[in-house]
């Protein structure tokens, strides 16, 4: 780890390639498949571009002074193996399957899509009963079947309500925007009991605030984070399917990520890098950023509960 | 409609091509012309990559819950055809004939440009006495000439005011910046009585109070409302021809336009999108979005007005 | 017509957007379907793209002074408009579809795609009996199943000849190179009877010797071309979702075309650009010369039909 | 000269500045003008990007082993200053008087456009006599007024002959390639006498061939060198603003170049580089080094013209 | 002057290239150097770059009306001609060399880099005894030795410490952020008595606290002035090599400038731009734009001096 | 391995990780070092992405049938670890030490640079004699010092040759072309016996021919192929640091490596890619199928001499 940062082989944060599962405590994965995407895609590319750029990362996060790597074991797992990858139902039970033996491994899943369809059969393989859900999307992924499926990456969230994998009332959706032809998943959202936080509010009101309100909705269960990339503004993150100008900015997103540490997670994801409509590579460098946040927090809170 | 957003001929926002200018609300034109520009080209290429990325809008204005498409008729007029290109005051009459003929067919013109100085022309098509001035901008285009031509981008509303087309008391000028060789621009739109409001006056009062102050300015009659693409920062929108850091973040620019609703619109343009200089296509997306959100203000403006 | 070229709708060609499928003689089409590709995305935006960039394409060509605009009606028919976009089969039936009532309604098909499954459910729609493929591309295209699909963009002549849309002794397939992990499409071409000439044999016996090859093989009955941007190389066209380096030269596939005037077209496709990957747009740029170099062969054609 | 070659202020080929255009034997100038220009603009950005690339330029030619700065007093003179860019005629006349400047002195000018139609104040400046001209391009450029102009950069060698600045004669068109929506350039060129070469008759022949048959129609007398980028094919020279497909290799246009040793020059230029529309540089690095090919050639004759 | 910005060869800002040193007050070099950076390359190309996108610049700076060409006689002096690139120390000796004369010659140097190991050379030639240091940037660049040199780009500051160069109670490091292996650094700065200020304490107190907490800090006497592009977030500014998100904005970093006028500035550099890692040139007009709001504040200080 | 080709960790060719150098016969390593090149920098970053691209390649070759995979075991044994990266000569002493490894494990090397100094050590490590030499490049690379270095990138054979590595008169030198400012380098290469064929010679002759006369230079003892990918043209492969025009193209490269079978290779270099100067990747796609075509050649080769 002393040879230059841009040298041997790309895994997340240049942490060590996992030969087996066990003794690990948090297990980054890549889930390289944008089969349910329904605009641009290039989302399958995402988990190789994310560990490419991950190699700017480092240690000690100068905010917090969290060390990760001193915390917790970590390390790279791999990608989920597709075998069926037209065929949208058998690659969520690939994905279901990885990561379900990661987790009887004992380890805190922290994924990389692939396109936000993914975070239904990773929700499937964690959520012994219904968890909350902090997600921070410019999209509230709640709407319907779309070009006849049901499982599009506009949908994760309203599926996963229906099998009683999350619990709307414990369910906070964060930065919230963009025009759509319907209102119908908006107000799923809400009908359901989700509380949808526009980013004209989190504007508004600020990120501490918002984080309050968002800690108080999410309760001290069981809590599963997932970031869709789409959430932070193109300027800063143009490499996405289906980019919404006005979104987060990067400070806030990390603002976000520490305000909401302390909680009893079950796993993580960041989704919708779509490396072929990158600039720059700044979309998977924001997104490489923002996983080894989400890593400082899970270590933290797996930590503490080895600690226990 | 339910065909994926990728798919057909690129429209403006994929609304229908217009077979004819009777019975449209809110026609869409481009204005395919950056001959009176100064420095670096390509704005004649505008209309058309914003309307290939104008496929991503989508109805219903997530903020406001405007529908535009719901209120009014919209439609896809297609571009002014230059016959004379070399020459700016032949091509000026044509743009001037263009938006004419809009006007008088019923409709009210919402045109991309295109440099700056295709503003002039659509106002001499639509003011019919000195109207109100809304203009967003990182430059007050009110300077003299330039290159030996007096109708250069630069100098579109110093013209206007020369010709009675504009009421400089009525006219706010909204985000200037970026260092001049001289000040005789900002000097003729402060003495003639415009209302200059440079960018950190904007960032130090914050949008809600910009747009208070403005309103007093614009007054209750007819109004046009001109967004130059530079307004915004280069981060958020590079491809234009005289970038100005600092600008507008692209969530002040929303804020802007929803700020000036219920405002009596002639009419309204983007302009200055440059696609050889963008990149990742994100300024030809700032611009779409911003059409989308003038468009949504206007229909709203045009229904109120046909109710009555 | 006479404004410039940068200006109006992105149509394929600047040709006028058919109101109607009657009384065109060639119609283009665009099939934005990606559905069944195997690696690099981004296949679903050709059509788009190559709109875009065919505006630099003009009427006369230089070398056989065929105006395809003179000796026929040539209009943009638009697009498939896709409903089950996951669902590969059935997109391909709507493709089937549409094409079956371009046919119908007489005019010549020149398809833009699109990964290249899309020429099976073209072939459906067109070939009444056997016809004769003339292929130029990089691949065979006669591979099997490929995750759990025997749709796949690898397959669609495998299942051609399967379906007896084609026949394999009047098949020829040029350009063919690249490794491959088993060599069962090239087998399964070559012991079918399909003649497949790798790129070595074609740039050692040069295009004309080629072209005579190919002809004898192709005989004097229907025939369907279709065209790989694939076959050319990267160099020229790195927007493909398969690139393999050492291919056809942009001279040698206008070459090639200009060969096979004469013969007795049921109708021709371009596929495999992937805007995504391209550079400059100049994967676009040659695809669209390669659908106006094929629109003049087809144009040459049905002009002598017509009169016979 | 010894400090690493991305050092220093941007000259051609690391030339030294001119004090005084006294005591030169070739003047390095650009002319940064697109003003006459029919589609996609940007080569008033030329001279800028070819300097800049000019850097990785040396010395010693490894095939003709000529040494341009060792034969030869080389500078850069700088750039045209346009004061009336809008204005086509006026900026011809300030081209004209500028190299007129530099034949005075004289220099042999070597210049760098800006688009076309700059060729023809050249010609005006240097021409005494019709002389003969050598001209690579895509496009014969002796088409007739567009868009209300006749100075457009289509028309420039038109214009020439009609003002007796060339003998048609002893003029060669190599290269041309490329539809046309009317033929009546080609035939210009054909029936005043041009010899044009279309680009397969370039490929049939071979570079010697093309060269013996060239200077035989060039004759001994003074010749002007016009090259146009857009010669080049589009997978060498992206960046120009009408790319034709299927142009000559950057090993072919360095053969020719070669192969016109010994000629007469009275000045020559490299026109049409668009860095807007390049990628990576590489238009901007070839239309350097085809100047490093030309100085080469200019300075062999002008040394052993100052020996005689 | 009077010609368009993007003629003639690109110095910084437009201004005079000098002949001598002698007469100027405010010089402007380049140090065209990244011999000792340790991930990204190519801040050896930043000068080049820099200049090119320059020419934007004007002179009437919009926010303070300072004209620093009206105050001062500004020029660029070139680049350090480097002759021993591969040897860290003798390319600083180089370095100091160059400054050391223009600081002989009575002129105020603002540099452009280059990586920040320059600012070490030019301090060890301006610094006759401990300066105050005003640094902007991510990183403190207070650590040790990297790869066996401890003249690298992450060190300059601790070296200055130890030589005496700068006063660490008079040193104020603003922007800092990014995770770190170790917190040597961070440590190193703060235990020395240097004022470390992380962007989340600056986002949270806001530009004007932070200024005037700085300016206590930085005292009445010498001032040196160093700002790393990478302290400003990568939307605005790609291209530098070691780039961490949640920066600050273009805005801030333009407000900072214009909160330390008044200083006894010895000097001033901006370092770390990448020109292969840039999008679009935003990087390069970015920087130019700081050095030209650097340029204002310099030579509204030597303007004053030179009256008293 | 039946996974799509885009998921899991980046290795050269999908090439399984190598846990121990034993028992492999082909090691593919890369060399991510920089510091002795002279100009654009950026090949530090060439393993990577070279690896990256590579996930494009399969195994049976087309043109010979050759599968590298069934004939020999092949491995990604990671990268050199660079502890000392500003010394040329210490970074030089741990590729020696690294290949040496490699070589007394019984593997054939086939490297990734890196710049194309790290032939040097490599040749240190490998040849026990002094070898023949297949050298393609577009420089000899028998320059002498530069900067003060004499092992800067453009010197490797010289002191190949002088430290008694390389045989001369066993050496050839193919595609050579480029201007230099001395002829010294051209002129050491001959003198000491070298041949070297310019660029001219080899598309004059052909590679058939070009093949027959180097491999009778080369004779059939023990023989070191070194490519570096400048050979090739630009269009074809734009990502280095010292391109010159009309070079090889991909075809005869690969023309060129498959005329060289059944030597005695002892190891093989790919040099000089540089990702920050590519686009689209097409520069490390070349080089990945170059790496790909010398691995058929050396596992065939090794498979021979296996059976013997």
């Known amino acids: 780890m002393t040879a230059p940062r841009y040298s041997g082989l790309a895994t997340f944060m240049r942490a060590p390639i996992a030969e087996a599962l066990e003794g690990i405590d948090i297990a980054m994965l890549g889930i390289p498949y944008d089969g349910a995407l329904t605009n641009r895609p290039g989302a399958r590319h995402g988990p190789r571009e994310v560990r490419n750029q991950s190699s700017l990362m480092r240690s000690i996060n100068h905010a917090t002074r969290i060390d990760p790597y001193a915390l917790c074991s970590v390390a790279d797992v791999g990608d989920v193996a597709f075998t069926s990858a037209f065929d949208i139902e058998a690659s969520h039970r690939q994905i279901e399957a990885f990561v379900a033996d990661v ?6 899943p922290l994924s990389c899509g692939g396109d936000h369809s ?8 964690l959520a012994k009963e219904p968890v909350a859900l902090l997600h921070i999307d410019a999209h509230t992924d709640t709407w319907d079947s779309f ?59 600020g990120i501490p605030a918002i984080v309050d309100e968002a800690r108080a909705v999410l309760g001290n269960g069981p809590v599963y984070l997932t970031f869709d990339i789409d959430s932070i503004d193109p300027a800063f993150a143009p490499g996405t399917g289906t980019p919404e100008i006005a979104g987060l900015t990067t400070a806030e997103a990390l603002d976000l990520i520490r305000g909401f540490r302390h909680l009893d997670y079950i796993g993580a994801d960041v989704v919708e890098v779509s490396p072929p409509f990158d600039v720059g590579g700044i979309t998977a460098l924001t997104a490489a950023t923002v996983m080894y946040e989400i890593l400082c927090v899970l270590a933290e809170v797996r930590a503490a509960s080895a600690r226990t």
């Open 147 to 205: 070009q006849g499926s049901k499982f599009n990456h506009g949908a994760p969230f309203r599926r996963a309500h229906e099998e009683g994998l999350i619990d709307p009332k414990k369910t906070v959706q964060i930065g919230i925007r963009g025009a759509q032809n319907v209102s119908e998943g908006w107000d799923y959202s809400q009908s359901s009991g989700m509380r949808v936080m526009f980013i004209e509010e989190v504007r508004a009101k």
């Open 118 to 125: 993914v975070s239904l059969p990773i929700l499937r393989a």
């Open 103 to 108: 987790a009887a491994a004992g380890a805190l």
